[in-house]
């Protein structure tokens, strides 16, 4: 397995940090976070906790990783097993305590990275869509982005379904650290999980109730590997679950262009649109603090997604 990094655009408007080149607007990732990336897989190949490919040569200068190719070591990519309905629901104990492991071993290693990112570039990137959403109330959006920013903790913001994979035994590999940055350490578990919210809006699974299930099950398990001050907080879990889901759901340079098997593109932005309506619910003046509440909405919305030619899902249950 090869990862290269694409030279930096200098004209991109975004700093140092990252930007978007003129000609065809693709994310370019600042070269320095090809070394951060680097740095991680190199402390972390010698730790149990966390697995990840084994690094068989670095070229520094050309940005270039080789590593051992995970598949023919018997893993799978997770977003195929995603996208295909396959994934098991028994990965999801073991994800929550790979990710637990991982922020424990990021806390051990933050003398030794030096993260390539400005924090509050990419909370306004990661951001973007929520304070869309939420431009008739800002404070609630200023309170997330402000909680985002208050964290001293350095948190693997690309640690998702795309960037792990998965063997037979249910053991976890994890890779692509480069984009890490400091924030909030809540952040890293309802990134991991609007993932599979929107695989399960997206109708990837057969059964409407299994991505609420599987992320039931991963958040029980996050908590009972954490310590108590590492134990997801649900409100704030709620609210950077949707902000994630808005940002992947509503972005169509992130979406994987293979949920459209399942659903259309604009099944999958009403589906997400309806969800941010019901856990915000900014016309009613409270929005929705619990876990049980999101997975029940959650639920909600992807049985309705198996409606053919969903329109929305108050529209859908008043017709």
Known sequence: MIKHTLDYDANAPCGESFGYSDHDSVLKPAPAT?????TILDVLQTTKAVRVPKVLRYFEKIRTTVMTDFQAEGFHLMQDLVVTG????SSAENVAKSLVALMDQFRRMSHLIRVAESSTLQARERLEELYTFLRSDLKTYQEIERKFLSGDSIVPTDAHPKNMAINAQGEILMFDFGRSIVADKQYSAPNFAAH???ASVANCFEDPLFGAEYIATFVSAYNRFSSPDDQIEEATFVRYFMSELLHRGLSGRWLDKRFF???TLQ?????VHDLAIETFRPDEGGALATLGDLLNVLTDVSRAVGIKSYKGRRKTTQG
């Open 34 to 38: 090809h070394h951060v990336d680097f």
């Open 86 to 89: 396959a994934l098991p629901m």
């Open 196 to 198: 599979i919210g929107l």
């Open 261 to 263: 098997s399942h659903a």
């Open 267 to 271: 099944e999958v932005e009403r589906a």
